[in-house]
């Protein structure tokens, strides 16, 4: 659901895999009745969800699905070995960040060719499944980041969540005391510490594509680093991810944090610290926050040995039916994820408003790979690079972005 560690696999070898072998899918698949997915669900309570779902839709379809699960980061891999032997799956399910390097190849078909539909969902989750203006996969919950705060400590301290940037400083100052940090996020040189920081780069107005135009990306590099320099957030943000975060939180050792829905399991599960949840904090008044979008999204794979076309149109009818109103959003109940279809969003809002926040924030989030498509990989690793440095001291914001879009630019 979170950003998972990506296999930053080169669009030449990627292209080289496809192109030379087909990308072909179940050439021999011994039932014509079989649906067969790729996916990351190995643990086994979300591989046992998933599969309700599948069979829900897939029973009066006279159908079967079987799910194929490997880690997360081994999807992109496996695919690409099945790919080769000519059996990669009727649905592969990608993380969004990964789409692209498989639609670049031609590999996959675009969604109103299969006849899925793909009305009413929402903007930001339909960007999520697209490549250069065509749409290959469909996200039937998505997930963004907020602001989750200890609600014992602010009124303790006789605070609100704060809703700027400078309301962000001064809460979070008051807030830090003996071992309590104010406030903590991941600063990690990986795609979690790159996913926390995207919500202050683009809501300041940075641009992915120039990271070095502009005052956005350097405004967002400051605010970090005075928040690390005067106490408010620990030193060792440089090293913790999106799980370490929410661990210091439970201990109690920061009273806010950011952070994803996905921990939401953990913090039901410990009585020790009462949260909820606010919008993430924007450079002024009256400004959008400007979240990334994330989740992952099922993709129909082209499939030279389907002659007849079969297996194509039971995979478009399994996605159909996993995307009405009403599994959205049960599907989202129990991910605590937003559905995408923005009716089933609505009423996700309302029956959790602890979460909804989240709502809002996924209607306007943004995909990492929007912009850049399959340079996503290179930027990410640049932008890790520039906040590093700045947050240990080895650059000044400007020359850190500086030497991140020359990065960037190098690794094209």
């Not at 194929?68 to 695919?79: E, G, H, R, T």
């Not at 592969?92 to 009413?120: C, I, M, N, R, Y």
């Not at 602010?154 to 609100?160: D, E, I, N, P, S």
């Not at 599994?327 to 937003?338: C, F, T, Y």
Request: with cysteine; proline share 6%.
């Amino acid at each position: 659901m979170h950003p998972r560690p990506r296999q930053a696999w080169p669009a030449a070898v990627v292209a080289g895999a496809v192109t030379a072998l087909g990308l072909t899918g179940c050439a021999a698949t011994p039932d014509p009745d079989t649906v067969t997915v790729l996916n990351s669900a190995t643990d086994t309570a979300e591989h046992a969800a998933n599969q309700k779902y599948f069979d829900r839709c897939a029973k009066p379809l006279g159908l079967r699905v079987q799910q194929l699960s490997v880690p997360a980061d081994q999807v992109v891999s496996k695919a690409l070995r099945m790919a080769s032997s000519h059996s990669l799956t009727d649905i592969l399910e990608l993380d969004g960040s990964e789409l692209p390097q498989f639609a670049e190849t031609d590999g996959l078909l675009p969604l109103k060719d299969v006849g899925v539909h793909t009305g009413g969902f929402s903007r930001s989750a339909t960007s999520l499944g697209t490549y250069q203006g065509t749409q290959y996969g469909i996200a039937r919950s998505a997930n963004s980041l907020a602001l989750f705060y200890n609600t014992d400590l602010l009124r303790k301290a006789g605070v609100k969540p704060p809703r700027t940037w400078d309301e962000l400083r001064s809460v979070s100052r008051k807030l830090t005391s003996g071992p309590v940090h104010g406030m903590a996020f991941s600063a990690s040189p990986n795609a979690d510490g790159v996913y926390q920081f995207l919500p202050f780069f683009w809501s300041a107005g940075g641009d992915e594509a120039h990271l070095d135009h502009g005052s956005g990306g350097a405004d967002a590099l400051n605010l970090w680093k005075e928040l690390v320099a005067d106490g408010s957030a620990s030193r060792s943000v440089v090293s913790w991810n999106q799980q370490d975060v929410n661990d210091q939180f439970i201990a109690g050792r920061t009273a806010m944090m950011i952070n994803g829905p996905w921990q939401v399991p953990v913090l039901n599960a410990q009585k020790k610290v009462h949260w909820a949840v606010a919008s993430l904090p924007v450079p002024h008044a009256g400004g959008d926050a400007v979240a990334p979008i994330g989740g992952t999204v099922m993709t129909v794979p082209k499939n030279d040995a389907d002659e007849d076309g079969s297996r194509v149109r039971h995979a478009a009818r399994i996605l159909d039916c996993l995307n009405s109103e009403s599994n959205q959003l049960q599907w989202g109940d129990s991910v605590n994820n937003v559905p995408t279809r923005t009716d089933a969003a609505r009423a996700y809002a309302q029956r959790n408003p602890q979460l909804a926040p989240f709502t809002g924030l996924v209607a306007t989030a943004r995909s990492r790979t929007a912009e850049v498509g399959t340079r996503w990989p290179v930027v990410s690793d640049a932008l890790a690079g520039a906040f590093q440095a700045v947050l240990t001291g080895r650059s000044d914001a400007p020359a850190a972005l500086r030497r991140a879009q020359q990065q960037a630019t190098a690794g094209e």
